[in-house]
């Protein structure tokens, strides 16, 4: 079991813990917020064995029917957080209005906010190791969970202190009201999931400040060559795919541009780990001069 499925399974038994710490505050006070941030940690549970599958299909190697590997995977998990996120908040919303029109005082406030602050010190924690260990891994299905993980922390927190309000007060619909807000939140957090993920899935290319390293290191590794230009990049999960065509002189010999490609596959290699480089050699009449230009 590799380190993402091993964090995956981690992600399903903190989130049923979780779950069932959440709606033990939610039974104990019979709060709409309340209520509305356990619904979103049964959500977290579902995206979290969403995950796991999609981090296990991810990690098999190439076949015959998927030569490329089966990167791509993680970003379906990830759409379908997306969507998981934004059905829980439409769910809290019907929640919130049904309050709104019949607001009801809260029970056991004390007890309850209790056991949901303990709930939301273990979401931080975990969600603080998603993120950190998903983007190491290059893993944009844990990068999506963690960051879920960190709305319902906020929320969480957001909660706590408005439920306390409404007790204080006395005014019972701060709860829904809340939980109105809560809603919205979390509707936010699905939009900026899906919107990451559909650039995945659309073959987005590496953010500017590494694809700007990559054609340093091509440069300063292309000793030999006269240029390489048309340089493509994607991400798919962990792999980051770069393409580009190298212009050599005619006279040199097919023995010594393989070494050559080799020493520049070798070098981005050495900085993207998951990298999948392919290199197109052409004569020195093929050179378009507004390339790299070789140092």
Known sequence: MNTTVQIAVGSIAVGVTVLG????AWWLTGSIALYSDALESTVNVATAITALLAVRLAAQPADARHPYGHHKAEYFSAVAEGVMIVLAAILILRAAIAGLLDPKPIEAAFEGLAVNAFAGVINGVWCFVLIRRGRKLRSPALVADGWHLFTDVVSSAAVIVGVALAVVTGWAILDPALAVLVAFNILWAGWRVLRDSVGGLMDEAVPEV?????RDVISSQADGALEAHDVRTRHAGRATFIEFHLVVPGTLSVSEAHDICDRIEAALKAEHPDAVVTIHVEPEN??????????
Not at 21 to 24: G, I, P, R, S
Not at 210 to 214: D, F, K, M
């Open 286 to 295: 093929k050179a378009k001069h507004t390339g790299i230009v070789v140092l």
């Open 210 to 214: 590494t694809l700007a390293r990559i």
């Open 21 to 24: 710490l959440k709606f033990l």
